[in-house]
């Protein structure tokens, strides 16, 4: 397919003036000279925008793409394709070739190129560098091919890989990857791109792959296949590792799509050579990708590391008494016994577990610890008693901003993210690891539920041996976005000392909501779960209706004084007539309606105005804002009123203002809806929960759970009650293969349990493997 065919639509123009480029992502601005065009266009000159390399005055271009509506600057042409004309004349390029581009390149050195190669000159260059061989020398040759192909370079692939479908930012991202070997990269493999370049999958190489004759059973398709089928299920069900037979069976049905070419031998053969290479471990016929089998391997070590440090002088029974009742007086609580087993078995342990519910005192409980450490060791808890030698010793985190916020509220003390904590850069690296480890005497994780095997590896190897370490979190929640089930495994292991705490305290004991989430944990619909409380209600509605009464819950909560920061919709999906999208569009109209003076930015259909809530997607530590969180729009400039003549918006997240511009605004979205995996970490004044047959694909009950365990005071249910009496019966039936629970009993037990004397390992206490 020939994306430059004669009848597509088109303008070819000259260049006049770059408005704006931007070097990183190649966003650029121009206004250009209509030479010819098929387009309803009349005017002499167009302002074009797209994501083009540098583009120079009087170079002409022939354009592919449409025309949009700029509420601010007018009739734009967005450009999706584009190709450059070069010279074809041999005057017209002897005198391309000894312009300014081309260093040492002179008129005299271009008169001798045409003449060996013709008007047909710099296409051949870029076909074959070797053409020049015997025409000019060596390192010229190479000056003028490497120059050639960055100015050219971009637009051959463009057009090759426009063919496939490839969007204008896949394109660059594949050609910022090979450079001027793009074009010999893929042609030499396409399936290599799977391996090299985030957002390429499998149809999309082997696509290209057929196109140049690799199909069937060819070693690179069948690798291709493997590393795509291992990683894909890895990712989207949160498997570390899946059986040599799921991988050989899936394998199949991926290549063996339209017709049967490949058979199991030539899996089994290919993921030999895979395991050859460490690109995948196979192990008792489990297969992982190296990484999450080094994951689950280097965070055993490290746990292993830190339960075996040298033990320390336990304080005596009667000191923490009394130290406690001094705590108590001063916090003004009274600990109920299980709370304060879980404060001093946190004290008396290297690693501790402490889990429960909402309304169970996880909270008042890391509070009593943090407050027992520094009391029994005569530490201040002001961190400005502390310097840059003398570090803080106490050190709270959590997955992400907003739970790392209310860890930092309940107990007066700085809390960051996992991802702050261990130095994430903008690379993709931590600064944090074994061999420069955090400092710290005591670290309290909380939400470790939605902790993945890559992170708790990373977080847990920058750990020194002498810490102490407490991990918080609910196993009834969902499990994290990424591999693994971390906390669910530890627990399973029943090798570190655990706290469960299960009464619901006084201070919660008049929620509905609390109690709502206890009974859901048990599988049980409450009998009054259409009675209006005074904390919860469920509004019951057709699916077609409620968006409409989500709209009308949100007016109300308006006029009772909330904010669109103190109300927070929850919804399972993205796509649908009650989805987050529609949700959002529909909320917007309802916290942040279009007005005269208000400012807005269209992105897409998307109408960004100052005011709107918007959460972050994606981790920029740059700027200390990581994927989560939730800010509001403070300002819009527009491209003429700015030295970077382009529109921009500025977020602000709790106080950090963070700068976007249009090629970045994908990097936010809407949240007066968000999803209830993006909830996860937060707690709200009001959550409002839609419950519609529509979600069914999707509703559990630990997402259920979850999402109502996010409400702080309010929670409004509406929908259909079939479809939350259905969510509740569906536990999660996709369950996630690792092994991090028998690692870790492989690691501890062997210690411990002779050969001919396994069969008692049933009767041995976790405390016997410390």
């Given at each position: 397919?020939?994306?430059?065919?004669?009848?597509?639509?088109?303008?070819?123009?000259?260049?006049?003036?770059?408005?704006?480029?931007?070097?990183?992502?190649?966003?650029?601005?121009?206004?250009?000279?209509?030479?010819?065009?098929?387009?309803?266009?009349?005017?002499?000159?167009?302002?074009?925008?797209?994501?083009?390399?540098?583009?120079?005055?009087?170079?002409?271009?022939?354009?592919?793409?449409?025309?949009?509506?700029?509420?601010?600057?007018?009739?734009?042409?967005?450009?999706?394709?584009?190709?450059?004309?070069?010279?074809?004349?041999?005057?017209?390029?002897?005198?391309?070739?000894?312009?300014?581009?081309?260093?040492?390149?002179?008129?005299?050195?271009?008169?001798?190129?045409?003449?060996?190669?013709?008007?047909?000159?710099?296409?051949?260059?870029?076909?074959?560098?070797?053409?020049?061989?015997?025409?000019?020398?060596?390192?010229?040759?190479?000056?003028?091919?490497?120059?050639?192909?960055?100015?050219?370079?971009?637009?051959?692939?463009?057009?090759?890989?426009?063919?496939?479908?490839?969007?204008?930012?896949?394109?660059?991202?594949?050609?910022?990857?090979?450079?001027?070997?793009?074009?010999?990269?893929?042609?030499?493999?396409?399936?290599?791109?799977?391996?090299?370049?985030?957002?390429?999958?499998?149809?999309?190489?082997?696509?290209?792959?057929?196109?140049?004759?690799?199909?069937?059973?060819?070693?690179?398709?069948?690798?291709?296949?493997?590393?795509?089928?291992?990683?894909?299920?890895?990712?989207?069900?949160?498997?570390?590792?899946?059986?040599?037979?799921?991988?050989?069976?899936?394998?199949?049905?991926?290549?063996?799509?339209?017709?049967?070419?490949?058979?199991?031998?030539?899996?089994?053969?290919?993921?030999?050579?895979?395991?050859?290479?460490?690109?995948?471990?196979?192990?008792?016929?489990?297969?992982?990708?190296?990484?999450?089998?080094?994951?689950?391997?280097?965070?055993?070590t490290s746990i292993f590391r830190i339960m075996h440090q040298d033990e320390k002088d336990a304080f005596p029974e009667s000191e923490f008494l009394i130290t406690l009742g001094g705590i108590e007086d001063k916090l003004k609580v009274q600990y109920a016994p299980r709370q304060k087993e879980g404060i001093q078995t946190a004290l008396g342990h290297p690693i501790m577990i402490l889990t429960?519910?909402?309304?169970?005192?996880?909270?008042?409980?890391?509070?009593?610890?943090?407050?027992?450490?520094?009391?029994?060791?005569?530490?201040?808890?002001?961190?400005?008693?502390?310097?840059?030698?003398?570090?803080?010793?106490?050190?709270?985190?959590?997955?992400?901003?907003?739970?790392?916020?209310?860890?930092?509220?309940?107990?007066?003390?700085?809390?960051?993210?996992?991802?702050?904590?261990?130095?994430?850069?903008?690379?993709?690296?931590?600064?944090?690891?074994?061999?420069?480890?955090?400092?710290?005497?005591?670290?309290?994780?909380?939400?470790?539920?939605?902790?993945?095997?890559?992170?708790?590896?990373?977080?847990?190897?920058?750990?020194?041996?002498?810490?102490?370490?407490?991990?918080?979190?609910?196993?009834?929640?969902?499990?994290?976005?990424?591999?693994?089930?971390?906390?669910?495994?530890?627990?399973?292991a029943e090798l570190i000392p655990t706290v469960r705490l299960t009464e619901i305290y006084r201070q919660a004991e008049g929620s509905s909501v609390i109690q709502l989430a206890h009974a859901i944990k048990k599988g049980e619909v409450p009998r009054d779960i259409a009675v209006q409380k005074t904390d919860r209600s469920f509004i019951m509605c057709s699916g077609a209706q409620v968006v409409d009464v989500v709209k009308k819950v949100c007016e109300n909560a308006q006029t009772k004084g909330f904010s669109a920061r103190d109300i927070q919709v929850l919804a399972p999906m993205y796509r649908g007539p009650a989805g987050i999208n529609t949700l959002n569009q529909a909320l917007q109209e309802v916290f942040n309606p279009p007005l005269e003076k208000r400012r807005e930015l269209l992105f897409g259909e998307v109408a960004y105005r100052v005011g709107d809530k918007v959460l972050q997607l994606v981790n920029q530590p740059e700027s200390q804002v990581f994927n989560g969180d939730i800010g509001e729009i403070v300002s819009i400039f527009y491209a003429k009123e700015n030295v970077e003549q382009q529109d921009m918006l500025v977020v602000s997240f709790d106080g950090i203002e963070v700068t976007y511009t249009k090629p970045d605004f994908n990097q936010i979205t809407h949240a007066y809806c968000c999803s209830i995996h993006k909830s996860q970490g937060s707690e709200f004044p009001i959550v409002i929960l839609p419950l519609v047959k529509s979600y069914y694909r999707m509703l559990r009950r630990n997402l259920i759970y979850t999402a109502i365990t996010r409400s702080k005071k309010f929670l409004i249910l509406c929908g259909e009650q079939e479809a939350f009496q259905s969510g509740i019966s569906r536990t999660d039936d996709s369950v996630r293969q690792t092994t991090l629970r028998e690692k870790l009993r492989d690691r501890f037990m062997p210690k411990m349990v002779p050969t001919d004397e396994a069969a008692d390992v049933e009767n041995l206490s976790p405390y016997d493997f410390l």
């Open positions: 397919m020939d994306l430059f065919e004669e009848e597509q639509k088109y303008i070819k123009a000259q260049v006049l003036h770059t408005i704006f480029h931007n070097e990183e992502n190649l966003y650029s601005v121009m206004r250009m000279k209509v030479m010819e065009t098929n387009e309803a266009y009349e005017e002499k000159e167009v302002i074009i925008t797209g994501h083009f390399p540098r583009m120079h005055e009087e170079e002409i271009f022939t354009l592919h793409g449409h025309f949009k509506e700029h509420p601010r600057y007018g009739m734009q042409y967005h450009v999706e394709m584009f190709k450059k004309e070069l010279p074809q004349t041999k005057n017209g390029v002897v005198q391309y070739l000894s312009s300014d581009l081309f260093k040492g390149i002179g008129k005299r050195t271009a008169e001798r190129i045409v003449e060996k190669l013709g008007g047909q000159a710099i296409s051949k260059i870029m076909d074959d560098e070797s053409v020049l061989d015997g025409i000019v020398k060596k390192d010229k040759a190479r000056e003028l091919y490497q120059t050639i192909m960055e100015h050219q370079g971009l637009e051959k692939v463009m057009s090759f890989l426009g063919g496939y479908g490839f969007g204008t930012k896949l394109t660059i991202k594949i050609y910022q990857t090979y450079k001027d070997q793009t074009l010999e990269a893929i042609r030499s493999n396409p399936y290599q791109l799977i391996e090299d370049v985030e957002g390429i999958g499998f149809g999309r190489a082997d696509e290209i792959g057929k196109a140049f004759g690799i199909s069937g059973n060819h070693p690179d398709r069948i690798r291709a296949g493997c590393l795509f089928t291992l990683e894909n299920v890895s990712l989207q069900e949160g498997h570390v590792y899946i059986t040599k037979e799921q991988l050989v069976d899936q394998t199949m049905d991926l290549l063996n799509n339209h017709e049967k070419t490949t058979a199991e031998e030539d899996i089994l053969q290919c993921l030999e050579t895979l395991q050859g290479e460490e690109k995948l471990i196979v192990e008792n016929d489990r297969v992982y990708l190296a990484t999450l089998y080094y994951a689950e391997q280097g965070l055993v429960g519910g909402p309304g169970t005192g996880k909270t008042t409980v890391i509070k009593g610890i943090v407050e027992m450490y520094a009391s029994l060791n005569g530490l201040s808890l002001n961190p400005k008693d502390y310097n840059e030698k003398n570090p803080f010793p106490i050190l709270l985190t959590a997955p992400t901003g907003r739970a790392a916020k209310r860890m930092s509220e309940s107990t007066g003390l700085p809390a960051s993210t996992i991802h702050r904590l261990l130095g994430w850069t903008p690379e993709g690296s931590f600064q944090r690891n074994e061999k420069d480890p955090v400092s710290g005497k005591l670290l309290i994780i909380d939400e470790f539920s939605m902790v993945d095997i890559w992170l708790a590896n990373q977080l847990f190897k920058s750990l020194p041996s002498d810490i102490q370490v407490i991990v918080v979190g609910d196993e009834d929640q969902l499990p994290s976005v990424g591999p693994g089930q971390v906390l669910k495994d530890l627990l399973a």
